[in-house]
């Protein structure tokens, strides 16, 4: 009876082992695995990759890459709507623009600026001049047409020192992104430089080598013709006043904004033939004042490289005018 009694709690510590050893242990389940944020879209947010496609869909495949985009990002339906109605009132308001370039007359959609700039001096000098330019241009659909007009003259002690005018125009057919094709008109008179009328004709191609918001480069050349009328002194009565001249004619035209409302412009060229050969440049930095109205600052040099005789080959003018866009 005694063994019994001392083999009982051995038994039970015994049985109490065993029973825990057969019961099965869960071990603790894993937390689950939390998305990170960079591969969930935010709520509500269109990815920017998804958004460019939409932008740069053709008209065409607008809907069906609209519909793609829905269903992979349901998160974001309502950033997706906004969207493409955005592209579609952008689109249908370049339909209006282009259904009204083609319609329109000649005399109708130019718009331009008139430049206005005047010197006066007194004292041991009395000076005074002035200076003005309209510079007009029409754009259609493929035609840009530009009319530009100028006239220039300054008294020193009340004698005429510079008296110049000028006027042309110029026709652009552009055939393919980048490419054009263009014809030129001018007509000048400038007695101090030694001629009474010079008229310029040219036609040839054209070349945009940039076009941005910013940034507008074009270059163009071709062949040209030129008629000169010379004004000799009246001790040359039977010298030949008139020359007509085959020549080459390039020109550059640079618009950039720098910053804000400053802006940079140049037009600089060359007409080049058998006879006399003119380089010119018009550099000018404008600003706005208020409205329509600005301010700008202009450099002109013209370098004739056979003058007639007494002629100075290079002449220069510097400008402030208020300048009036319209």
């Known amino acids: 009876m005694w063994r019994i009694a001392l083999a009982a709690p051995f038994s039970i510590a015994a049985a109490t082992s065993a029973a825990q050893t057969a019961l099965p242990v869960e071990a603790p389940a894993d937390p689950p695995a939390e998305s990170s944020a960079e591969d969930k879209p935010t709520e509500g947010v269109l990815p920017a990759p998804v958004a460019e496609m939409i932008r740069a869909a053709e008209p065409g495949q607008l809907d069906t890459i609209a519909a793609l985009a829905r269903r992979t990002q349901p998160q974001?339906?309502?950033?997706?709507?906004?969207?493409?109605?955005?592209?579609r009132a952008v689109q249908e308001a370049e339909k209006q623009r282009r259904r009204i370039l083609a319609t329109q007359g000649f005399t109708n959609g130019w718009e331009g600026e008139a430049a206005l700039g005047a010197t006066f001096t007194t004292?041991?000098?009395?000076?005074?001049?002035?200076?003005?330019?309209?510079?007009?241009?029409?754009?259609?659909?493929?035609?840009?047409?530009?009319?530009f007009a100028e006239a220039d003259f300054q008294e020193s002690d009340g004698e005429r020192t510079r008296e110049r005018y000028g006027a042309s125009y110029q026709a652009d057919h552009r055939f393919s992104p980048r490419f054009y094709t263009f014809g030129f008109v001018g007509w000048e008179?400038?007695?101090?430089?030694?001629?009474?009328?010079r008229f310029t004709e040219s036609a040839g191609f054209g070349w945009i080598a940039a076009e941005r918001p910013r940034l507008r480069l074009a270059l163009e050349g071709g062949p040209a013709l030129r008629q000169t009328r010379f004004v000799f002194d009246e001790l040359e009565p039977d010298a030949d006043r008139?020359?007509?001249?085959?020549?080459?004619?390039?020109?550059?035209?640079?618009?950039?904004t720098i910053v804000g409302d400053?802006?940079?412009?140049?037009?600089a060229g060359f007409i080049v033939g058998s006879g006399n050969d003119t380089l010119f440049a018009n550099s000018a930095l404008t600003t706005k004042l208020v409205g329509s109205l600005s301010?700008?600052?202009?450099?002109?040099?013209?370098?004739?490289t056979d003058p007639p005789d007494d002629r100075v080959k290079t002449d220069t003018v510097t400008r402030a005018s208020l300048v009036y866009k319209f």
């Not at 000076?127 to 035609?143: F, R």
């Not at 008179?189 to 009328?197: H, L």
């Not at 400053?262 to 037009?267: H, N, Q, S």
Request: proline share 0%; net charge positive; no cysteine.
């Open 189 to 197: 008179n400038d007695r101090f430089a030694g001629f009474s009328r």
């Open 76 to 87: 974001a339906m309502a950033e997706i709507d906004a969207l493409v109605s955005e592209i």
């Open 262 to 267: 400053l802006i940079f412009t140049e037009d």
């Open 295 to 304: 301010t700008r600052l202009s450099f002109d040099v013209k370098h004739e």
């Open 123 to 147: 004292g041991n000098t009395d000076q005074q001049g002035a200076s003005g330019k309209i510079d007009l241009v029409k754009q259609g659909l493929t035609w840009r047409h530009r009319l």
């Open 242 to 256: 008139s020359r007509n001249e085959l020549s080459v004619r390039g020109k550059t035209n640079l618009r950039w």
